[in-house]
Structure formats: structure tokens, C-alpha cells
């Protein structure tokens, strides 16, 4: 079993910044695996936001936060990062990690592919 525990979230200013971590646990995790961070507001779909593959790192972003945020990992490749820069009122949801346990060609950016998930961490940003 593999576990996600993601931390780091809270209320910001617009215009502000936010570093979320995830770090993840468990017998049967690998670096290989690919990690993503996905996001939910009230009301709306769980949506894709940033994907890093296994060691060695590729990345992926959707184009609302292209420029804005960073996804990353550190070198023993259980702990993923997602810096948040130039936060918008409608960036406020809670966010997700996620690991996919499949080794692919391309990162993927739907949520179906990913195996096991956080439990969330809520990021607020006031106007």
C-alpha cells in the first residue's frame, strides 16, 4: 500500500505564494512512479494540475497555471513539491496528490490513471 499526506496549504492574499508537499510512504512506493497534483473547488470536477514523472524528472502543467507554478520532487523521489506563485481568487480549492504506479511514455494528466491519493489540503486565496 502507498501512502500520500499532503501539507502546506492555507489562506493567501491574491498575488501571494503557497508551497504544498507531499510525501509519500509505504513498502511498495517507487521514485519511478509518476506524481500529480489535481484540484477540486466546490461545486466542480476534480481537475489536473501539474504531473512529474519518475527519476529522472519530466514535467507537465495545465495551461491555468503555466508561468505560475512549479511542480518538483527531491532526489529520493518520495516527497513532491508544488510551488504556487501569482495565486488568483479562482486558484482557491483543495488540492490533491497523486501517484501512479504505471510506468508510461507520457505523464498523465487524467485522474483515472492515478492509483493512490491524499487526502487534500485546502488552499484559500482572498481578493
Known amino acids: 500500500q502507498v501512502h500520500l499526506v499532503e501539507s502546506g496549504g492555507g489562506l493567501v492574499q491574491a498575488g501571494g505564494s503557497v508551497r504544498l508537499s507531499c510525501v509519500a510512504s509505504?513498502?511498495?512506493?517507487?521514485?519511478?512512479?509518476?506524481m500529480g497534483w489535481f484540484r477540486q473547488a466546490p461545486g466542480k470536477e476534480r481537475e489536473f494540475v501539474a504531473a512529474?514523472?519518475?527519476?529522472?524528472?519530466?514535467?507537465t502543467y495545465a495551461d491555468s497555471v503555466k508561468g505560475r507554478f512549479t511542480i518538483s520532487r527531491d532526489n529520493a523521489g518520495d516527497t513532491v513539491y508544488l510551488q504556487m506563485n501569482s495565486l488568483k481568487p479562482e486558484d482557491t480549492a483543495v488540492y490533491y496528490c497523486?501517484?501512479?504506479?504505471?510506468?508510461?511514455?507520457?505523464?498523465?494528466?487524467?485522474?483515472?490513471?492515478?492509483?493512490?491519493w491524499g487526502q487534500g489540503t485546502q488552499v484559500t486565496v482572498s481578493s
Open positions: 509505504g513498502r511498495t512506493f517507487s521514485r519511478y512512479y509518476a
Open positions: 497523486a501517484a501512479d504506479r504505471t510506468q508510461r511514455l507520457i505523464i498523465p494528466t487524467s485522474r483515472v490513471a492515478y492509483d493512490y
Open positions: 512529474i514523472s519518475g527519476i529522472p524528472a519530466s514535467r
